[in-house]
């Protein structure tokens, strides 16, 4: 039934483009040719041995790394640790101020955490709940940007 309806829809499409029978005969003509260059125009399938060949060639690219090379590298990286320690030891000035900083860091960084949780803890014993509702509030609008960020727009997926 429904193919005598696309029948007549058919006709009735040719007959309002082209009133003359060569007319309709050189459309559908026409039409015939477009769908035979737009397979042609379709991807072909690869050929079946593709992801072997692919795989032998991934297994051959790879240069070999030679001893030569290694014991190179790891003469270079020891030479520069036995310089690095070298100039640590004679330079003794530096060494000594350089664990006067790091304590100086250590003792500073130990001041901003406690100062921190003082902060916070004074935050939370006079306005617990206007706190609670402004983090929930940043935590909702941060997943809700974080959601509209991490997902990918227009992707289509082929096969």
């Known amino acids: 039934m429904s193919n005598e309806l696309d029948d007549r829809e058919l006709d009735a499409l040719l007959a309002e483009l082209a009133p003359t029978e060569e007319e309709r005969a050189r459309l559908l003509e026409e039409h015939r040719q477009l769908e035979k260059d737009l397979?042609?125009?379709?991807?072909?399938?690869?050929?079946?041995?593709?992801?072997?060949?692919?795989?032998?060639?991934?297994?051959?690219?790879?240069?070999?790394?030679?001893?030569?090379?290694v014991v190179t590298a790891g003469a270079i990286v020891m030479a520069t640790v036995v310089l690095a320690?070298?100039?640590?030891?004679?330079?003794?000035?530096?060494?000594?101020?350089?664990?006067?900083?790091?304590?100086?860091?250590?003792?500073?960084?130990?001041?901003?955490?406690?100062?921190?949780?003082?902060?916070?803890?004074?935050?939370?014993?006079?306005?617990?709940?206007?706190?609670?509702?402004?983090?929930?509030?940043?935590?909702?609008?941060?997943?809700?940007?974080l959601k509209r960020f991490a997902l990918p727009a227009n992707v289509k997926v082929t096969s």
Not at 42 to 63: C, I, N, T
Not at 104 to 120: F, H, P, W
């Open 85 to 145: 320690a070298v100039t640590l030891a004679v330079s003794g000035g530096f060494a000594g101020s350089f664990g006067l900083a790091l304590a100086q860091l250590v003792v500073t960084a130990r001041e901003a955490l406690v100062a921190i949780g003082s902060g916070l803890l004074a935050l939370w014993t006079t306005a617990a709940l206007p706190s609670v509702v402004a983090l929930s509030m940043l935590l909702a609008a941060s997943l809700v940007a």
């Open 39 to 69: 397979l042609r125009l379709s991807d072909p399938l690869p050929p079946p041995d593709f992801v072997g060949q692919v795989m032998k060639r991934v297994a051959q690219s790879p240069a070999k790394v030679s001893k030569v090379e």
